[in-house]
């Protein structure tokens, strides 16, 4: 069974930092493109950043580029969004989304979706 697992979310206030993982199971995710996407409350759902299958391109929306960096380790099948400066405006349900593609970055284009981790930033 294809599956992909997200975990790492919480509450943290701004500034602060959060690092979520993304675990595949079914499938040799190093053979997938890997995308974070998220959804706010009322708001349409948002890519966040891209990992080009075999880990050589990476993409970050203007929002999270400098503050998110995304990353896989093969050996553990697993994906990872490290996130820091937190702010506010970073708090959505994240989810991570695997394809057959190279690269990917609309969400037509993954075929495999996570089940969503809550992000929430707060003082």
């Known amino acids: 069974q294809v599956q992909l697992v997200e975990s790492g979310g919480g509450l943290v206030q701004p500034g602060g930092s959060l690092k979520l993982s993304c675990v595949a199971s079914g499938f040799t995710l190093d053979r997938y493109a890997v995308g974070w996407f998220r959804q706010a409350p009322g708001k349409e759902r948002e890519g966040v950043s891209y990992?080009?299958?075999?880990?050589?391109?990476?993409h970050y929306a203007d929002s999270v580029k400098g503050r998110f960096t995304i990353s896989r380790d093969n050996a553990k099948n697993t994906a990872f969004l490290q996130m820091n400066s937190l702010q506010p405006e970073d708090t959505a349900v994240y989810y991570c989304?695997?394809?057959?593609?190279?690269?990917?970055?609309?969400?037509?284009?993954?075929?495999?979706w996570g089940q969503g981790t809550q992000v929430t930033v707060s003082s």
């Open positions: 990992l080009s299958l075999g880990g050589s391109s990476t």
């Open positions: 989304a695997a394809s057959t593609r190279w690269i990917a970055k609309a969400p037509g284009d993954f075929g495999s």
